[in-house]
């Protein structure tokens, strides 16, 4: 026999003897252990050389399969597939089942070689994975387990909507997601401080020219006026965030404590297209002058350019309920009455929003008193612990930015969040 062929038939690909030409090579499955190897990457931050944001949950699942018979290309073998039904992933819905298409290391039909496939996908982290089954197409099939699963995060004692500032820093998961505080898309549009490596953080709106008077600019990790600082570092934000003592911001006075300074001619000059209102005002600024309160959100003034008086209800913050009616005054009500009566006598620009009028048949207004928010009496009353959000229909042009007021109130328990039940 020619000795070519017998170290074929020493392989095993044909079947020999002395008297017949040998066989028509087999076209078989490989035969041999097929091992299939799950790595869990966690929480990845790169995957593929493209970053993710942390908290995303990622594994490697791994193919050897050796040929060990065939010299031909057996079936299937350039269509492994891995099949499971924990696929999908944070933000998006969990198929029940998935195919997931293997990529696969060139190789070659020799006897002997390998083939070496992978497939990187993600998993939500409320689901636990407990095995994937392999199956090559020709019937052969494998089976692996996970380990090292992130459990999903702590469900709140209260269950409510991931739709207040609140539900999104409290670090567990209010509405029965599997989802987070700024891993939470429910929680972007409220959490602007989220860092750029979170689901938030990176699906966060690219910077926006213009000046840091938002707190959204003066969160957002970027310059967006050109002046070289940034965020805590930027004299403009100081007002609008809860900076470090170690940075900029925190070696500066805090613009929301100690007296209010008022400047009435300085506020007659004040460009008033250079407040922040909402989107869609129902009415031009109004340059006003304060007459009376009636309680912390509430006051009554003269409207410059018409002579006309107008009873004001401060947007999106609520203070306690003063005595009136035979009622009794609320906790901290009177202290938030006597901060607003201070601002009797002066003057303020009034900006607007959505709606001007509430069921009172009172005017609703963002109330400033210098150039800047950190000069809005809604963020003052907030930040010093006199109020509490209180969003208005179609008025939320502040929602975020309160919210986090009244966050750092409560966090250093100033006003009723520390005299109030």
């Given amino acids: 026999m020619d000795r070519r062929l017998l170290l074929l038939c020493s392989l095993g690909a044909f079947a020999c003897d002395s008297r017949r030409e040998p066989n028509p090579p087999p076209v078989i499955v490989p035969t041999g252990k097929v091992e299939l190897t799950v790595t ?106 996970f380990v090292g699963i992130q459990p999903p995060p702590p469900v709140c004692p209260t269950r409510s909507a991931e739709d207040t500032f609140a539900a999104c820093t409290d670090g567990c998961n209010n509405d029965g997601d599997p989802y987070q ?82 400047d009435d001619v300085a506020v007659g000059r004040i460009d008033p297209t250079t407040l922040l209102a909402g989107p869609n005002p129902c009415r031009a600024p109004a340059l006003v002058e304060v007459v009376r309160t009636r309680d912390g959100d509430t006051l009554e003034v003269l409207v410059l350019s018409t002579g006309q008086e107008e009873a004001i209800r401060l947007i999106g913050a609520d203070t306690p309920e003063i005595a009136h009616t035979g009622q009794p005054a609320q906790c901290y009500g009177n202290e938030a009455r006597d901060f607003t009566r201070q601002f009797v006598g002066h003057r303020l620009w009034l900006t607007f929003d959505g709606d001007c009028v509430d069921p009172f048949d009172r005017t609703l207004a963002y109330a400033y008193y ?52």
């Fill in 40 to 145: 869990a990457l966690g929480q990845a931050l790169e995957v593929g050389g493209r970053a993710v944001p942390v908290g995303r949950i990622f594994h490697r699942v791994t193919l050897r399969l050796r040929n060990r018979r065939s010299l031909a290309e057996p079936a299937g073998y350039e269509q492994f597939k891995l099949i499971t039904d924990l696929t999908g992933g944070p933000h998006r819905p969990a198929p029940e089942s998935a195919t997931l298409p293997m990529a696969c290391a060139p190789g070659t039909v020799a006897a002997g070689a390998e083939r070496v496939c992978e497939v990187v996908f993600e998993t939500a982290s409320d689901r636990q994975p407990m095995r994937l089954d392999y199956d090559s197409g020709d019937g052969v099939t494998a089976q692996a387990s």
């Fill in 181 to 262: 505080d700024c891993d939470d898309s429910d929680c972007c549009t409220l959490r602007q401080d989220c860092p750029t490596t979170s689901y938030c953080g990176a699906n966060a709106p690219e910077c926006i020219a213009g000046p840091e008077i938002r707190y959204s600019s003066c969160t957002d990790a970027c310059d967006n006026e050109g002046d070289g600082y940034l965020d805590c570092g930027d004299l403009d934000c100081c007002g609008l965030l809860d900076c470090a003592a170690d940075t900029y911001c925190g070696t500066q006075p805090d613009p929301f404590s100690g007296t209010i300074v008022f």
């Fill in 370 to 421: 210098g150039p800047d928010t950190t000069k809005m009496l809604e963020r003052q009353l907030l930040r010093r612990g006199y109020a509490r959000p209180l969003p208005f229909p179609d008025t939320a042009a502040f929602e975020a930015q309160f919210a986090a007021d009244q966050a750092v109130a409560q966090s250093r328990g100033l006003g009723l969040h520390q005299a109030c039940p």
